[in-house]
């Protein structure tokens, strides 16, 4: 009886003691893959107790790599956007330099003496650098409006008179093309809105410019002011022009990003246009949309507040 009892006595010692050094070994290598997480600073993880469960260790760490998986391949997405970006920043810069530098360099070889070279070279270089100011200011531009430095100034305005003053101001540009720009309808009554009036000119602007750009010789476009809902309207801008292809659309207002991809822009411009009405609207905490199909045209819309008399008047 007393061996027995003696038996069972070390079986138990043995037992708890061979648990605790095995618990003891697979906590400490458990321990380690927890500080190996935290220098890939996991929050999910090493916040936690440490846990020597396997299932529960396991479903930890496969729902740590899927966090990572997904930063990763956001990581990737904009490592190709850099690239992208990097890449046409680099294609709109060296055009004009190049062309100032191949003018400067002919005169410098001797066409300086010659007047009338050398007026025609000088003129053309001049333009080149007026391209690349436009594109710096540009860029200064959308980089205030995405770091939100670039404070609104609101106001209440009759947004059917700032849209005829951009018809007034691309009047001459339209006609080059035997483009009509109109409205809809005849706007008898003042539609009165609650915006930055001379941020909304450069949105208006930059997107019948682009209007006129692509659209077709003797071709129209047309602009239209419509209640949306009780404190909103929508000012949509709609042409006839050559549309663009269905892929290209959810690119459209990146920075620089073309739709013609062959390298060479047949229309100038800084490439900003677009990115920079976008993030006026969404400055504006307002929407703007894009609808279009080739040979078609294309619808650029976008929302604005009515100004609270406009409101009142409209209850």
């Known amino acids: 009886m007393f061996l027995i009892f003696n038996t069972v006595i070390i079986f138990l010692i043995s037992f708890f003691a061979l648990q605790y050094r095995i618990e003891k070994f697979i906590y400490k290598r458990i321990k380690k893959i927890y500080d ?166 450069q949105v208006l602007t930059n997107l019948l410019v682009n209007s006129i750009k692509y659209g077709n010789d003797n071709g129209t476009t047309e602009v239209s002011v419509e209640d949306l809902i009780k404190n909103k309207v929508i000012i949509r801008i709609t042409d006839n022009g050559e549309g663009i292809p269905k892929q290209h659309i959810p690119r459209l207002f990146e920075r620089f990003y073309r739709v013609d991809q062959s390298g060479s822009r047949r229309e100038g411009g800084s490439g900003l246009g677009l990115a920079i009405v976008k993030h006026v609207i969404e400055a504006h905490e307002e929407k703007i949309y894009v609808e279009s199909a080739p040979d078609v045209g294309s619808e650029f819309s976008f929302t604005l507040e009515k100004s609270a008399k406009e409101n009142t008047t409209t209850e």
């Open 36 to 201: 190996d997480v935290a220098l890939l600073e996991s929050t999910s993880l090493t916040s936690d107790p440490i846990t020597t469960d396997m299932r529960t260790l396991t479903a930890e760490i496969e729902k740590f790599a899927q966090d990572k998986k997904i930063e990763i391949d956001t990581l990737k997405i904009r490592e190709e956007y850099r690239k992208d970006f990097l890449g046409n920043v680099s294609h709109e810069l060296k055009t004009p330099l190049f062309t100032v530098q191949g003018y400067l360099e002919t005169l410098l070889d001797g066409a300086i003496d010659d007047k009338s070279i050398r007026k025609k070279y000088i003129s053309r270089a001049n333009k080149a650098v007026d391209r690349l100011i436009y594109i710096v200011k540009d860029l200064d531009l959308i980089t205030k409006l995405e770091v939100g430095d670039l404070n609104l100034e609101k106001q209440d305005f009759n947004v059917i008179d700032l849209i005829q003053s951009v018809f007034d101001l691309l009047e001459m540009k339209a006609a080059k093309k035997n483009i009509i720009l109109t409205f809809d309808i005849a706007y008898e009554e003042p539609i009165m809105v609650n915006a930055d009036m001379e941020k909304i000119q």
